[in-house]
């Protein structure tokens, strides 16, 4: 009974001992965290740091830590995209008004921390992991690029969810678009100055129609889809390069591509038909050589116009299961 | 196919048969467009002929609820009419928050016949509208591409918009919506814009006015309209075609459109308000600038004011704009609704609105969809874009610019494709008449000079002498004639024959789906009729109490409050997010969170879709996802997608599937004792998978129904007194007091917790 006594103070004590060790070390490494956050918004971490500040118990606030490979040599195109955003991240924490000292951000490379990805089992960069202050990281702790995405107000969320702590990304305005925009319209305003005597090229009708069909084939052929998508240019597979999408609710660029050309070489092969049969205002041919070439002409557009409909329905039945009709081809 | 037949008598110049050419014109004129309204309301009718006379889908059963309100209570009760069953516990202001142009429209239509004394039901009438009304919309398009081509043009153009699938996808018979009476409407303003702006006359305007009024009591795509017109008038503007007669036809239309718009009640004051409507208002200072400049110009035609006027336009346009800009600012005007905005930044609406981005017809447009939409006409319309391009007057400036534009949104919203349609109806038009009126008329004279010499002889020498100019080209062009000539015309003759058949085709296999019957297919060819939705709404309206509230999905809102008869929390019309956000959250959360939020609502019903038995995929469980999101959107803190997918994203319902999908309440509504689907039981054909959590029961909700098929699942909520109680016998129903209370008291004290005196005190509860 006395012994156990005993034990139990003792433990007592050096609990509480360590307990106020703990205290100490916990103020101490925060007070470093602190003073490092204040020099710059991501803490680059080594294996010792990583140890340290990261893994080793006392602690009482929470670390996102990006696992990247910058140098050159790695050739990860995506790492430079990814810092962006988290640096843009960690400063807006920093210098929000929600700053505390309960989260802080690093990132350790892999040219200088290889030991700490082999620790972590890591194979792949870039993660963001979020180390909880307290019990280990769980499978929701490292972020999801491929369904939140990389942008900062992605990683900017996920933090939420991971710690509560609301960051607001304050994204520096980005004026590129703006300068571009006005860019353009000074160069327009300009060049139309320069040549305020010869502006007959406005007049010019047939760049204006060309312009416009330009336009139609681009939406037509579902551009529009294809940049709010964005497929990819087309499927390889095992047993040779796809370029068709089977389905027909999806389509690859290089299809959508295919597709412009067939619907602007039916037009081209009407409009070839309809000027060798003397155009809308239905002028004669003037010269027997003149009737022979437009007779030519005539053929030539209607077989463009057979020939690549007819194409362009054969690729439409591939896609749409269970249609029954073609031309020409099958 | 009356396309073929038109083409012939209408473009060619055969004096030598009829000497009354505009008379049999005329004749002519008139059978193609009664065939061509035939054969768009024939080819309409397939869902009735396979199955009843019977409205679709979700919102016509809306619309056809407010129409037999109407019908039933007259136009002002209508008008007024405070819907309470819907939007529980908020209620829905239909009068002030609906177009009523269909609902008078059909309304009309009922009274008419009714005072001619032909007792026809509203449903009849609510059905056949929209096939009635492509017949109408033909003879707009027929007249609005007279106005810009020939008559020719027009019977083609009436012809293909009679029958094509982009059309007739939102008219077919039955689907009773804003859209199938719109496009009438749509191409009819059109129309008599154009007839306004050529002759200048104060009438016209005003009749573009009136039927622009009708197209805004009609559908909220009136927008569309008068963004386009003023659009129209700024290019002319630009391209210096400015002229009295634009000046009259637009301040007439647009003064006289802006009051006539504002009446209705749910446009209201928008029309000064948003800036969906600015356009309109800043053409119509610009156009009074420009107005007065050139009448000073008028006074004093000399070199220098023409600087003077070029400058003022300038300056008065950039004055306009910055008005408009700074008023924004300042938040005079609305700016941009996210539905609109979202057609310039598409990636808008994916971040801010997911509930615009749920709806499968607001996405991107494929090319395929296009071509089944406008077959031959998607590869023919920029060839009549080319020639009215090459022949530019003021009325095929907007023929362009409504062309270019229309593209453009179809390109973004498959929804739009519907306005591309009659624009890409009378650019084909325009283009095949070109064609055929050219191979078909340079048969005349050469046919003439061939066979009927002599009769030519007898009355027409001086027309002979005239063609004798070109007569060695035409010896030569007769081997064209002979060959290449018929082979244009069968070819383009094939061309047309597939267009129709294919029509007929996307009409009948993708378009004429009633939706809330369906149909299943056996290997026989054999017809099953699956009517679980009305078998379902049926027997709510006969079991459930007048005032049960049912809580379901959104998309069934209007069907349960058009057949079921009973309140719904949230429906198709989607304006209260929140509202939506929190049936969303109740069907993601487990059962007892769920049963708080609906005891919360008041919720005595609940209706879920379960395709899994039949393989039916749109269903509730494949539209989860996006209720997830909605209630993510809302309650960031309780809901979070990636619970819902598996740790390798994905999303499964399967043993693998994650935890908190596998007992979340649609979960478990839908796979609750779900023991059919074929071998091995309880299979889920629609997601070819095995329920991960099966087995398992019900505490807060019980099983009221479920369809023959497993389609519609309905669970009572239960009261608060009915669960997590296990029955006790009525002996045993005491408590004995516990030592802790003072004995001082030997009555006994029912209700109380043991252990817990603090609740007692200064309370004496005396239930005896």
Avoid at chain 1, 146 to 156: F, L, N, Q
Avoid at chain 1, 195 to 207: G, P, V
Avoid at chain 2, 268 to 281: C, D, K, N, V
Avoid at chain 2, 576 to 596: D, P, R, W
């Amino acid at each position: 009974m006395k012994f156990k006594l005993l034990l139990f103070v003792c433990a007592i004590l050096t609990y509480s001992k360590t307990h106020a060790q703990n205290r100490v070390k916990l103020e101490e490494k925060v007070q470093q965290l602190t003073d490092f956050t204040a020099k710059t918004s991501i803490i680059p971490l080594n294996l010792n740091r990583f140890k340290e500040y990261v893994k080793s118990p006392p602690r009482d606030y929470s670390f996102i830590v990006m696992f990247t490979a910058m140098a050159p040599s790695r050739r990860c195109a995506i790492c430079q995209h990814v810092y962006d955003e988290y640096l843009l991240v960690a400063n807006s924490f920093r210098y929000s008004q929600s700053y505390t000292n309960k989260l802080f951000f690093g990132m350790v490379d892999f040219d200088e921390g290889s030991d700490i990805f082999q620790m972590l089992r890591l194979n792949t960069a870039p993660v963001i992991m979020h180390f909880p202050a307290k019990g280990k990281p769980k499978p929701a702790d490292s972020m999801d690029f491929e369904r939140a995405g990389i942008h900062a107000e992605a990683i900017g969320k996920w933090i939420n969810d991971r710690t509560d702590v609301q960051i607001r990304v304050f994204r520096p305005p980005n004026y590129s678009g703006a300068v571009a925009f006005t860019l353009l319209f000074v160069l327009v305003a300009a060049f139309l100055y320069l040549r305020r005597n010869n502006l007959e090229f406005l007049y010019n009708k047939q760049m204006w129609a060309v312009a416009a069909l330009f336009f139609c084939f681009a939406m037509v052929s579902g551009q529009m889809w294809n940049q709010i998508r964005g497929p990819p240019f087309y499927h390889r597979t095992k047993s040779g390069p796809v370029y068709i999408n089977s389905g027909s609710h999806g389509q690859f660029v290089l299809e959508s591509y295919i597709v412009a050309a067939l619907n602007a070489a039916v037009v081209v092969g009407m409009i070839l038909m309809i000027e060798s049969a003397g155009g809308v205002k239905g002028t004669e041919a003037k010269s027997p050589q003149e009737g022979k070439k437009r007779r030519f002409q005539s053929v030539v557009g209607l077989v463009l116009v057979c020939v690549f409909f007819s194409l362009l329905l054969s690729v439409f039945r591939s896609k749409t299961q269970g249609y029954p009709y073609s031309f020409l081809f099958k | 196919m009356p396309t073929t037949t038109a083409a012939k008598p209408v473009n060619g110049h055969n004096q030598g048969i009829f000497h009354n050419t505009a008379g049999f014109s005329t004749l002519i004129t008139v059978t193609v467009l009664t065939l061509a309204w035939l054969a768009g309301f024939a080819s309409r009718l397939f869902a009735v002929i396979r199955f009843e006379s019977i409205i679709h889908e979700f919102d016509p059963w809306f619309n056809y609820r407010s129409t037999a309100y109407m019908v039933e209570h007259g136009f002002y009760n209508f008008l007024n009419w405070f819907d309470e069953r819907a939007w529980y516990p908020l209620g829905r202001i239909v009068g002030g928050t609906v177009y009523p142009g269909l609902m008078l429209t059909s309304g009309t239509i009922h009274w008419l016949l009714h005072a001619l004394n032909i007792p026809i039901h509203i449903r009849d009438i609510c059905v056949f509208l929209a096939p009635v009304f492509s017949g109408l919309t033909a003879i707009a398009t027929y007249l609005l591409t007279s106005e810009l081509w020939s008559r020719g043009a027009g019977l083609f153009a009436a012809c293909f918009i009679a029958i094509v699938p982009g059309y007739s996808s939102r008219s077919v018979a039955g689907s009773y919506d804003n859209e199938g009476i719109a496009i009438f409407a749509l191409q009819f303003t059109y129309y008599l814009w154009l007839k306004s702006v050529k002759s200048g006359s104060v009438f016209w305007s005003i009749c573009t006015a009136l039927s622009y009024f009708y197209m805004v009591s009609a559908w909220g795509g009136y927008v569309f309209i008068i963004n386009l017109i003023p659009l129209h008038v700024f290019v002319l503007l630009i391209m210096g075609r400015f002229s009295q007669r634009l000046f009259v036809s637009y301040t007439v239309f647009y003064i006289i459109g802006l009051v006539f718009s504002m009446q209705i009640p749910f446009v209201g004051f928008q029309p000064i308000r948003t800036s969906e409507h600015m356009a309109a208002s800043g053409v119509f200072a610009l156009l009074m600038v420009v107005g007065a400049l050139k009448y000073l110009h008028s006074l004093n035609p000399k070199g220098e004011w023409k600087q003077l006027l070029v400058l003022g336009t300038l300056v008065a346009a950039g004055a306009v704009f910055l008005a408009v800009v700074a008023l924004t600012y300042m938040g005079v005007i609305a700016p941009w609704s996210g539905r609109f905005y979202s057609l310039w930044d598409t990636g808008y609406a994916k971040i801010h609105i997911p509930i615009i981005a749920s709806v499968s017809e607001h996405q991107p447009t494929t090319w395929s969809s296009f071509f089944f939409d406008l077959h031959v006409l998607v590869c023919t319309f920029p060839v009549g874009l080319w020639y009215c391009i090459k022949n530019i007057n003021d009325e095929r400036v907007f023929v362009a610019l409504y062309a270019i534009s229309a593209v453009y949104f179809a390109g973004v919203m498959v929804r739009l494709m519907l306005t591309l349609t009659p624009v890409v109806c009378v650019l084909s038009g325009i283009a095949f008449s070109i064609i055929l009126e050219l191979v078909l008329r340079e048969d005349d004279p050469t046919q003439a000079s061939v066979e009927t010499e002599e009769s030519k002889n007898l009355y027409d020498k001086a027309g002979k002498v005239k063609k004798r100019v070109p007569e060695p080209a035409q010896t030569q062009e007769q081997g064209l004639g002979l060959y290449a000539r018929p082979g244009t015309v069968i070819a383009f003759m094939i061309l047309l024959m597939l267009f129709s058949v294919h029509c007929t085709w996307a009409t009948s296999n993708a378009y004429s789906s009633p939706s809330i019957v369906l149909a299943s297919y056996g290997n026989d060819g054999s017809r099953r009729i699956l009517d679980d939705f009305r078998e379902a709404y049926g027997w709510l309206s006969q079991n459930t109490a007048e005032d049960a509230r049912i809580m379901s999905w959104w998309d069934y809102g209007y069907q349960i409050a058009g057949m079921g008869n009973r309140t719904t929390l949230v429906d198709n019309n989607t304006w209260n997010n929140s509202h939506i956000a929190l049936v969303g959250k109740a069907m993601a959360s487990n059962e007892s969170a769920a049963y708080e939020i609906m005891s919360m609502l008041d919720v005595d019903y609940v209706l879920v879709i379960f395709g899994g038995a039949i393989g039916y995929s749109g269903d509730d469980i494949n539209k989860f996802i996006w209720m997830v999101r909605i209630a993510e959107g809302e309650h960031p803190k309780d809901i979070h997608e990636a619970d819902y997918f598996t740790e390798r994203g994905e999303y499964r319902i399967d043993a693998e599937g994650s935890k908190t999908m596998l007992n979340c309440l649609m979960y478990k509504l839908s796979y609750y004792r779900y023991d059919s689907g074929g071998s091995p039981p309880g299979y889920d054909r629609t997601r070819n998978a095995m329920p991960g959590n099966r087995g398992f029961k019900l505490t807060y909700l019980e099983e009221s129904y479920t369809t023959e098929h497993w389609l519609v699942r309905i669970y009572r909520v239960k009261k608060r007194d009915e669960f997590n109680r296990p029955r006790v016998p009525l002996a045993k129903r005491t408590i004995s007091t516990s030592n802790s209370i003072s004995k001082k008291t030997s009555k006994r004290r029912k209700g109380l917790l043991k252990n817990k005196p603090t609740v007692v005190k200064g309370k004496k509860m005396r239930l005896e």
